[in-house]
């Protein structure tokens, strides 16, 4: 049961997916579909698998944090 709260509370969360012209539209992960082109921000949780586009920094590399994933809690290069 707590599991299934968890995944409708982190579900409804706040996507920002770009439209067709290039507006970042504010709408649920649970609406998010195969295709969509989704704006992640600096230190943001995301219940959803996506290929990275792009990095800003400059350096090419992200650091992704996959605790929730394999329980890790050191930081990932990619």
Known sequence: MQ???SDKELNTR????IDQQGQA??????????????????????PADLLLLHASGGKDIVY??????DGETNLKDK
């Open 3 to 5: 599991r299934y709260k």
């Open 14 to 17: 706040t996507a920002h997916v």
């Open 25 to 46: 539209n504010a709408v649920p992960w649970s609406n998010v579909r195969v295709g969509d082109v989704v704006k992640i921000n600096k230190d943001t949780e995301f």
């Open 64 to 69: 992704v944090d996959t605790m929730n994933l």
